[in-house]
């Protein structure tokens, strides 16, 4: 699968953005989808989660209450819902693919084998 993120730039404390994560390919309800970002000389870190069918999400304790993963397996196409940013978001946003296994940590980066390119989200204070 191919993926292609979208929707970040520049937004004040307290806005909003959507980023949004298409896929090619005719598998892409197989697969989990998790949300990731990377700031500038720290590790990527795990933001969200949703499950195959779009029925089970998790979220960063960073983000929860914040974010909403959300997807439309009929669209290809897996959202990131962002509000009350602040500058703490700031960071380079990327989605990734993963198939299902009861034995996989979903937050660690490893366990996804296809990612996007990545779009930059910066927060001003």
């Known amino acids: 699968v191919q993926l292609q993120a979208s929707g970040g730039g520049l937004v004040q404390a307290g806005g909003s953005l959507r980023l949004s994560c298409a896929a090619s390919g005719r598998t892409f309800s197989s697969y989990e989808m998790g949300w990731f970002r990377q700031a500038p000389g720290k590790e990527r870190e795990f933001v969200a989660l949703?499950?195959?069918?779009?029925?089970?999400?998790s979220y960063a304790d960073s983000v929860k209450g914040r974010f909403t993963v959300s997807r439309n397996n009929a669209q290809n196409t897996v959202w990131l819902q962002m509000n009350s940013l602040n500058a703490e978001d700031t960071a380079v946003y990327y989605c990734?693919?993963?198939?299902?296994?009861?034995?996989?940590?979903?937050?660690?980066?490893?366990?996804?084998?296809?990612w996007g390119q990545g779009t930059q989200v910066t927060v001003s204070s």
């Open positions: 990734a693919a993963a198939y299902y296994s009861t034995e996989y940590d979903y937050a660690r980066p490893e366990t996804y084998g296809y």
């Open positions: 949703i499950s195959a069918s779009g029925g089970s999400t």
